[in-house]
């Protein structure tokens, strides 16, 4: 079983930044692919950012491309979301989930992760 807290979250204005932290226990996640995803009041969860067990592969949806940045230090079993430029529109909470499958490909529905944090909330003021 893996555990997943996730840190960082907070109200900021729009245009500022803020670093979430997904941080791991009861197993390492080095050969997890990692993700982080968000649901905003009504509407469903979706998928923000991945990151492939290797560090060589990451997928961004759209609407955070060339703002949000996906990392992850294996030594200290955490992964990290760097996001900047932050709009209201991103205001959420954000979740890490961890894909136990051992794949190469990097996968990015939901169903595909096997443990979830409790999620952090991001609120951005306009």
């Known amino acids: 079983q893996v555990q997943l807290v996730e840190s960082g979250g907070g109200l900021v204005q729009a245009g500022g930044s803020l670093r979430l932290s997904c941080a791991a226990s009861?197993?390492?996640?080095?050969?997890?692919?990692m993700g982080w995803f968000r649901q905003a009041p009504g509407k469903e969860r979706e998928i923000v950012a991945a990151i492939s067990r290797s560090n060589g592969n990451t997928y961004y949806a759209a609407s955070v491309k060339g703002r949000f940045t996906i990392s992850r230090d294996n030594a200290k079993n955490t992964v990290y979301l760097q996001m900047n430029s932050l709009k209201p529109e991103d205001t959420a909470v954000y979740y890490c989930?961890?894909?136990?499958?051992?794949?190469?490909?990097?996968?990015?529905?939901?169903?595909?992760?096997?443990?979830w944090g409790q999620g952090t909330q991001v609120t951005v003021s306009s």
């Open positions: 989930a961890a894909d136990q499958s051992n794949l190469r490909i990097l996968r990015i529905g939901l169903a595909n992760y096997d443990y």
């Open positions: 009861g197993r390492t996640i080095s050969t997890y692919a």
